[in-house]
């Protein structure tokens, strides 16, 4: 994430429409995997989409990617920022410029298998309830080799009631399922604010709106091209914020989710219970031992993610 304020919403025309689906890019020097990227998605079983590219300033080649992509194939169109507005207001930037009862934001740097947005787009139109459709997951080096596969089930098994299901995805999720598809309606009331969790907070978002369903298959690959272990908690700093000094603030997260709680579940019984029970978990989980200042804050289901990761073996 970046230093600079969301935008706010766009008033006028979006950039982009689609009937069914849009998936938006955010893109910010990924020229080495960029390619491979917008190849994947081009080459989905499922044509039901269209696809806006927001470049953020890029300085490495990226937009030229990008620009040839966009005139060989008419489902994809790109729109340039100048400077570098930051990773979370370029996210809801493609949110707002876009229009479709369903939207994606897929990895610069991720892959797709072939059958991502035609098994994901079926799971909405199977459960229209439903505020997310996400798949196993593999984890890939910057080589493209399978590193682990992420299997979270646990995930979509909620219980019922939307307050639970809030606690349950906080609690939950890896993150990663924030570049599944969405279903637009469930998070357009979304507060985008600028702190280390505001993906966890939004998926939590998302279970107050409807369940999730799990497609059991590893369909997206996350390319882990910021390995934790190779770099200093100043070095991520600066990556998600644009500040090797700015610190990670627990407070700011927490006030987010209790806002974003409070606004969704004030005047159900029961309600401030609940908010009490979700501050619980946050303060236990930033204070949890054995993963380092900075991943405790940003990742508030870090052993839940590290423990759940199912080792790659190749098959026999």
Known sequence: MGTGAAPKAISTAPLIEHDLLVVGVPVFNEARYLQETLQSLADQRSAEFAVLISDNGSTDGS????????????????HRHETNIGSLANFK??????RSPLFMWLGAHDVLHPDFLSDTIAAHRADRSISLAYSWMRMIGTDGSTECLLKNDKAARMPSGPMRRYLHAYRYVFGYEINHVLRRSAFDDFDFRQTL???????????FKGRFACIRRDLYSVRNVHPRHRETEQDTMERLTGHKTRQADV??????????????ARRRPGWKVFRAMLKAVVIHRSRAGGFGVLSRLLNATAPIRTLSHQPFEQER
């Open 63 to 78: 937009e030229l990617i990008a620009g040839e992509f966009c005139e060989n194939d008419c489902r994809f169109a790109l």
């Open 93 to 98: 930037f493609l949110r707002d410029a876009s």
């Open 197 to 207: 969790s505001w993906d966890l907070i939004f998926l939590a978002h998302l279970a």
């Open 251 to 264: 407070n700011g997260t927490l006030a987010q989710l209790i806002d974003d709680f409070s606004e969704l």
